[in-house]
């Protein structure tokens, strides 16, 4: 395990073919990292994580492609907690934290700086934006899009699927959610799929979207309906 | 390792005694196998699963039994996901999936062609179907019992215990949810102990269910109330 | 590995510098216990378990400082299971059960016998009572205190950050949830920032919790309003 430049391995590390991990990294104990991947330099991997795993296919699945997937990527500097799982063709920025035991699936971009929460799972084909904030235990589901500067707190779920994995038309119709730039989520939130939370929208704790959010304002409630405007002071623009 | 036939291991496994495993399986790395486990053929298990982990016996626990529990199965063609935890006296049929940091626990099976999402925790004591799909992060507790076709989606919480943990009266109540042929639930929703989900019932995103759901009607809401007929065209018998 | 008295190791473990595991203990394949963790007597430790982990500090945080953190501490008789983190300065009492796959967080302090349920997070500068239950997949943010003989449901949502991640002003405001002695909580309840359920108070299942819970009161319902009195016969003192 000498053929890096001053990286650092734990105990019982597996490497897979053609990998590589730049200078000063650090990889903690039952490390694995699967063929293709590429980490960056300082990178810290914790214990017991997975890096490159390889789709599953399932006899019952909706997903289930064969895929032509790229090595996984992970940028400099960035911070891999422990007993994470990240699949072959998902790419980390820079400066990026994936928490413990969080799960960031194929086909799957995180912008620089942003914080994946613990527990956290993005599933395959969404985008992440940079300085965005997904806080523990969070759900993303398959072909979501959150922008950059956004804030999802934790144990939010989301959707994408209106007909309920029932009827072949779903194949469809499948949606996941838009988050765009600021846009922020409170604890415990629903959103459904297709869902579009504008520019700086806001969904209150506990709520259930079933429409979009427009820019600027305020959802709550069970189905969550128009509340308020964010105060100017919490616009993005007041806080970048 | 080299017991079986044609089998493939990932490093570092731990392989407990009077185990099998069938043909052509691909185990990963970190994998513990535990004692009197039996694995089909054609099963792949992915890195830093625990197969056939023995019951933990809490000072404080309800259900804190001694059990004498078979040895953990896993039916032909399934696929384990990665850091998975499967309790010994688990079965789990043929062609399966239980996705990554899934836990099923003693004393439950699991149908044939079912798909366990990624986070889910199925508890002691339950069936589950064939057929059926319990998506990411869903909870089933224990004493639960889910049919064949249903579809349980993402981040669903069910509980058993209508006492709160308080009063020794509530040893004789708890009661899993059921769910019956064909039964659906939408992401978010919260069952309540006992509960039944009749044929074709199906609870909408984000509700609150208090009653039981009689075949083929939707309910909806906080608490959750009669909303509808499920449509013709996405019941399971025209779905088959 | 032989310095320990009497205590059974798995395969694979990786132990750090300056531990100490009490006699009888079990520990299981692939255990990392990272430096200065003090593990007592007749400890088990299951597979793929992490004690002692040390803190990650992202370039985007709200919680990174540097901290001097004592080494984890377990205390005798105590269980922990199957890919646990545990991180270093948690301090866990005796008879504690931790279920698989939970987390818990630094400076965070477990009593004793208490339940921490499968998939639970604390997060870090929490303080948990004695005898006190929170069941699986419940997650308790940063800075929050639970009493003694209390029932925390499963899947129930904490929060900390009234402001949502934006705006300096919220550093200011950080505030966990309180429990009090005897205080339960409903499946998949929401407790917003701040709030205090004071001794014997009690939120229904789903409830979303937006103002203090008086001693010996049900709330129930979003936003949960006065529902009833705590019957007598489920008061605490009349539980002992």
Not at 53 to 82: H, P, Q, R, V, Y
Not at 156 to 181: C, I, L, P
Not at 197 to 209: F, K, Q, R, S, T
């Given at each position: ?126 985008t992440i934006g940079t300085k965005t904030k997904i806080e523990s235990n969070t759900y993303i589901t398959a072909l ?97």
């Open positions: 395990m000498s053929e890096f430049e001053n990286v650092v391995f734990g105990n019982n590390c597996s490497l897979g073919k053609n990998i590589n991990i730049g200078k000063n990294s650090v990889i903690g104990n039952n490390v694995v990292i699967h063929e293709d991947s590429v980490i960056g330099e300082n990178v810290r991997i914790d214990d017991n994580t997975v890096i490159g795993k390889t789709l599953m296919k399932a006899a019952n699945s909706a997903m289930a492609k064969d895929l032509e997937l790229e090595g996984t990527k992970i940028g400099d500097n960035s911070i891999i907690g422990t007993a994470v799982v990240i699949y072959r063709g998902a790419s980390i920025g820079k400066k990026v934290l994936v928490a413990d035991q969080a799960a960031i699936q194929f086909k799957t971009s995180i912008g620089d700086f942003t914080i994946i929460g613990r527990g956290v799972l993005i599933e395959s084909n969404c979501s899009h959150i922008g950059d500067h956004c804030f999802i707190a934790p144990c939010v779920a989301t959707s994408n699927d209106n007909y309920a994995g029932r009827d072949k038309e779903r194949f469809n119709h499948f949606k996941g959610v838009t988050v765009k730039n600021g846009g922020r989520i409170g604890v415990h939130a629903t959103i459904l799929p297709g869902i579009i939370i504008n520019e700086d929208g806001m969904v209150a704790a506990g709520a259930l979207v079933t429409k979009d959010v427009p820019s600027g304002k305020v959802v709550a409630g069970v189905p969550a309906k128009l509340f308020g405007d964010v105060p100017e002071n919490q616009l993005l623009k007041n806080n970048l």
